[in-house]
C-alpha cells in the first residue's frame, strides 16, 4: 500500500516556495504568453530551444505519482513560459515584437511550422546567453507555481471575503445566509470599467438586467454560457434562461455559447484587472440561476408577489470575492482564451498549464501571509488538478501537522469535504492514505466529515460510498410471489483499506462522520391556488451544490470542481487558500451542513436496503425518510421500531431476499 512518506519525497510541489522574481508587468507577461501559447510556429521554437531539457524533466518523473502528460516532453507549459518572461523581460519583449511583425502562418494536415530563421536565431541567442535552456527544471519546475511578486513587495491581494447562503456558527457568534444574489448584483453595480463572464448555467434575470448597465456602458464585452445549456433552454422554451440571454445581447453583450469538450462549467468573473484598487473577482461554486443563489430558490419570479412555500430554499452554494489586481489578471487571462474570438480554445488546444500563486497581506494577530492559489481545467495542474493539487495539498499539510503533533504541539487531526459530486478515485486514494499515515505514525485517527448530496452520495460511483466501505450493485432476487426482480443493494466492502486498518468496530464509529444532507434537500412538490383562481403545481429541488474541502489551514473554496476523475476534463475554475481565516469559515460552513445531518452514509445505505426489501415506491421512501429524520434514535445511528419492523445487517437483509445471481 502506497505511504504518503514515501511520495512526499517529490519536493516540486504545485505550491512550492522558490525565491520569486519581482515583476510590475504582469499584464504584459499574459497577454505575450496568450499569443506565444496558441501559435504553432512559437510553440515549435520553443520546443527546438528546450527539448533536451524538457525530456529530461519528463522522464525523471515517469512510472511516479508526479508523471507529466505526453505533451510536456516537447511543449513548455504556460506557466514555465510565464516564468521565462519574467526572468528575462527583454526576452519577451523582443518575442512580442516577432509576434507583431510576423504573421500567423496557416497549418494544413498537421504540418509543422517555423518562425523565419532570422528571427528563431536572433531569438535563439538571447536564451543561450542566459542559460535559461541549460536550467529549465531550477527555473521553471512543471510543479512550481508561478508566483506573482510585485517589484515593491505590495501584497497581490488585500482580502478574500467568504460568502455562503446557509446560517453558521464563527467563533461562536451566529452568521445569517448570505444572499449570494445580492452578492453578485453588487458584484455588477460598484465601479465596473472592465469585466468578464463565464458561467455554466444563467437564467437569473435581476442579474442580466444589471450586466446589461455594464454591457451598453461598454465595460462588460464578452459573457460565456455553457453551449447545452443555451440549445436546452431553447428546446425546453425556458423563458428565463431565453430572456437572460435576449437581455444581454440587446445590451451589445457578446453572449458566448461555449462548445467545451466536456462541460463549460466555470462560475467565474473579473472585473477592472488594469485598475489596481478597483480589481476583483467573483469566483463561485453556484451558477448564476434562480435555483443556485435566489433566497427563494425555484420560486419562480413572477409569482414570488403571490406565494410562499417551505421548500423555496436556494442550492446551498458558497462565492468568494476576492479585492486584488493579480487575481483579476489570472482570470481574464484564463476567460480570454476561451472566450475571445481570436482564441475560442476549446478541449485540447488549451495550453498545458500549473498554477498561480498570489500572496495577501500579513496578519496582524498571527503573522502569517496567506497565499492563495488559482488554477484553471482543462490542462491546468499539469492535466491532474486532482493528484497534483488536491492530492498535494492533502499530503503536505498531514506531514506539517504530523510534525507539530511530534513536536508536542496540540493538532486537531480532521479534514473536512462538502461535495456535490464526489466520484474521483484519485481523491478517494488520497484521503485514504492520509488516514493510514496519521494512525500509523502517530496513532491518532484523522477524522473525515464528509458531507454529499443525497443522490448522487448514494450512487455506486459515489467517492464518499468508497471512503464508507459500501458500494452499490444490482441483484435479482425472488419476490414471495415467485417473482424476479431485480434492485439496488448496497453491500459492505470487506476489503476497504481503512476496514482493514481500524478493525470492524473502530471503522464502523470512524465512518458515522460520513454523512449524507439532511431532509431540507430532495425534490419537492407544492400546489398552489394563484390570485386568478388557477393551480399551479411547482416542483422545488434542493442541492447541497458546494465543491469545498478544507485540511488544516489550507481551503479549497470558490471552486467549480466535482471531484470527478473526468471533470477535470471540463472547464473549471480551482481556488485555493493556505489561510487558517479562510480554513475557520470552511469548517464553519461544514460543521453547519454536518449538525443539520443525522444520517450517515452507511445508515442511509441500510434504510435504502430495508426500503427495497419491503417494495415500497419513492413516495413511501419519502414519507419515511422524514419521519426518520424526526426520530432521535435516527441521531445516534439506529433504525426506529416506528417505520421498520426490525433493523437488519446488510448480509442478514440479502439473505432474507434470497438473491439470485445475476
Not at 157 to 185: C, S, T
Not at 282 to 310: E, H
Not at 531 to 560: A, Y
Request: glycine share 6%; aromatic share 10%; hydrophobic share 40%.
Amino acid at each position: 500500500m502506497r505511504l504518503l512518506a514515501l511520495v512526499f519525497v517529490f519536493s516540486h510541489l504545485l505550491w512550492a516556495n522558490e525565491i520569486p522574481i519581482r515583476s510590475d508587468n504582469y499584464a504584459k507577461i499574459f497577454a505575450v504568453t496568450r499569443r506565444a501559447s496558441t501559435r504553432e510556429d512559437v510553440k515549435s521554437f520553443f520546443s527546438e530551444i528546450f527539448s533536451q531539457d524538457l525530456e529530461k524533466i519528463y522522464l525523471k518523473y515517469k512510472g511516479t505519482e508526479n508523471e507529466l502528460p505526453r505533451e510536456a516532453r516537447h511543449i513548455l507549459s504556460s506557466t514555465q513560459m510565464m516564468k521565462l518572461f519574467q526572468v528575462y523581460p527583454e526576452f519577451m519583449d523582443e518575442l512580442f515584437t516577432c509576434m507583431r511583425k510576423v504573421p500567423v502562418p496557416p497549418t494544413t494536415n498537421g504540418e509543422v511550422v517555423s518562425l523565419p530563421k532570422e528571427w528563431k536565431e536572433k531569438l535563439a541567442k538571447m536564451i543561450d546567453k542566459s542559460e535559461f535552456a541549460h536550467n529549465l527544471e531550477k527555473y521553471a519546475n512543471p510543479f512550481t507555481p508561478l508566483e506573482m511578486v510585485s517589484l515593491s513587495g505590495e501584497p497581490g491581494y488585500r482580502e478574500i471575503l467568504f460568502y455562503a447562503n446557509i446560517e453558521r456558527y464563527l467563533d461562536g457568534k451566529k452568521i445569517p445566509a448570505d444572499d449570494l444574489m445580492q452578492v453578485m448584483l453588487d458584484f455588477f453595480s460598484r465601479e465596473v470599467k472592465q469585466a468578464i463572464v463565464n458561467v455554466y448555467d444563467q437564467d437569473l434575470v435581476p442579474l442580466a438586467q444589471k450586466m446589461a448597465r455594464r454591457c451598453r456602458e461598454g465595460s462588460l464585452k464578452y459573457v460565456g454560457i455553457d453551449k447545452g445549456v443555451a440549445q436546452h433552454a431553447r428546446e425546453t422554451n425556458k423563458q428565463t434562461t431565453l430572456e437572460y440571454i435576449r437581455i444581454l445581447k440587446e445590451a451589445g453583450c457578446i453572449v458566448v455559447e461555449v462548445d467545451a469538450v466536456n462541460l463549460n462549467h466555470q462560475k467565474l468573473a473579473a472585473k477592472n484587472w488594469d485598475f489596481p484598487l478597483l480589481a476583483k473577482v467573483a469566483a463561485s461554486s453556484a451558477n448564476y440561476t434562480f435555483s443556485g443563489m435566489s433566497p427563494l430558490g425555484d420560486l419562480p419570479w413572477d409569482l414570488r408577489k403571490q406565494i410562499m412555500s417551505k421548500f423555496a430554499k436556494a442550492n446551498v452554494n458558497q462565492i468568494s470575492i476576492i479585492h486584488g489586481q493579480y487575481p483579476a489578471h489570472v482570470v481574464y487571462h484564463i476567460l480570454s482564451l476561451g472566450l475571445k474570438e481570436k482564441y475560442s480554445l476549446r478541449g485540447s488546444q488549451f495550453p498545458l498549464s500549473g498554477a498561480f500563486k498570489i500572496y495577501g497581506p500579513k496578519d496582524k494577530v498571527t503573522g502569517e501571509t496567506p497565499e492563495l492559489y488559482m488554477l484553471s481545467t482543462p490542462k491546468g495542474g499539469m492535466k491532474n488538478i486532482l493528484r497534483n493539487f488536491y492530492g498535494e495539498a492533502i499530503r503536505r499539510n498531514i506531514q506539517d501537522m504530523i510534525a507539530r503533533f511530534k513536536a508536542g504541539k496540540k493538532v486537531n487531526f480532521r479534514l473536512g469535504i462538502a461535495m456535490f459530486a464526489f466520484s474521483s478515485d484519485t481523491l478517494v486514494e488520497e484521503i485514504r492514505n492520509a488516514v493510514i499515515e496519521v494512525y500509523q505514525q502517530t496513532g491518532k485517527t484523522l477524522k473525515v466529515v464528509g458531507i454529499g448530496d443525497r443522490p448522487f452520495a448514494m450512487r455506486e460511483w459515489s467517492g464518499f460510498g468508497k471512503l464508507s466501505g459500501i458500494h452499490r450493485t444490482k441483484v435479482k432476487i425472488q419476490r414471495p410471489t415467485g417473482e424476479i426482480e431485480e434492485i439496488n443493494v448496497y453491500l459492505e466492502d470487506k476489503e476497504n483499506p481503512l476496514r482493514i486498518l481500524f478493525g470492524e468496530e473502530k471503522f464502523q464509529e470512524w465512518r458515522k462522520s460520513i454523512k449524507v444532507s439532511s431532509s431540507d434537500f430532495g425534490t419537492f412538490h407544492e400546489t398552489f391556488k394563484l390570485d386568478d383562481g388557477r393551480e399551479v403545481t411547482i416542483e422545488f429541488t434542493r442541492k447541497l451544490h458546494l465543491k469545498s474541502m478544507v485540511i488544516d489551514d489550507f481551503t479549497i473554496h470558490g471552486s467549480s470542481l466535482n471531484a470527478s476523475d473526468g471533470g477535470i476534463q471540463s472547464r473549471e475554475q480551482i481556488l485555493g487558500s493556505k489561510d487558517s481565516n479562510i480554513a475557520k469559515q470552511m469548517w464553519a460552513l461544514i460543521e453547519a451542513l454536518n449538525t443539520k445531518s443525522h444520517m450517515s452514509l452507511s445508515r442511509q445505505a441500510t434504510l435504502r436496503n430495508n426500503w427495497a426489501m419491503k417494495g415500497l415506491t419513492p413516495a413511501q421512501r419519502l414519507k419515511i425518510r422524514k419521519r426518520a429524520q424526526m426520530q432521535t434514535d435516527i441521531e445516534k445511528g439506529r433504525c426506529n421500531h416506528l417505520f421498520l419492523e426490525k433493523e437488519m445487517s446488510l448480509t442478514e437483509y440479502l439473505d432474507s431476499l434470497n438473491p439470485v445471481k445475476i
